[in-house]
């Protein structure tokens, strides 16, 4: 069982940065692989990024690619994303996901535990 806690979002205008955590409780989190995802209002969630367990491989979504980064640390349980260049169309809830038997996956039903989000509103 794996406790996931986002927190770092907020309100920010167009070009700016933001960081957000995921904290997972338990002492088996390197043996997840991780994820964020985001749903805007009326739309589905998608993939933002992933990363595998060791944080040696990194998956982005086009849209993210560039300007977004996954990362993770191991001995504090937590995963990051760094969000730069913020856009109006960024604007979502974001979500941290965690995946025991994949390395990475992109699809949302791949992962068995989820945080509760957080939001993210870009203000052009």
């Known amino acids: 069982q794996v406790q996931l806690v986002e927190s770092g979002g907020g309100l920010v205008q167009a070009g700016g940065s933001l960081r957000l955590s995921c904290a997972a409780s338990?002492?088996?989190?390197?043996?997840?692989?991780m994820a964020w995802f985001r749903q805007a209002p009326g739309a589905e969630r998608e993939f933002a990024a992933s990363i595998n367990q060791s944080g040696g491989r990194a998956y982005y979504a086009d849209s993210v690619k560039g300007r977004f980064t996954i990362s993770r640390d191991n001995a504090k349980n937590t995963v990051y994303l760094q969000m730069n260049s913020l856009k109006p169309e960024d604007t979502a809830v974001y979500y941290c996901?965690?995946?025991?038997?994949?390395?990475?996956?992109?699809?949302?039903?791949?992962?068995?535990?989820w945080g509760q989000g957080t939001q993210v509103t870009v203000s052009s």
């Open positions: 996901a965690a995946d025991q038997y994949g390395a990475g996956d992109i699809r949302p039903v791949r992962y068995e535990y």
């Open positions: 338990g002492r088996t989190f390197g043996r997840f692989a």
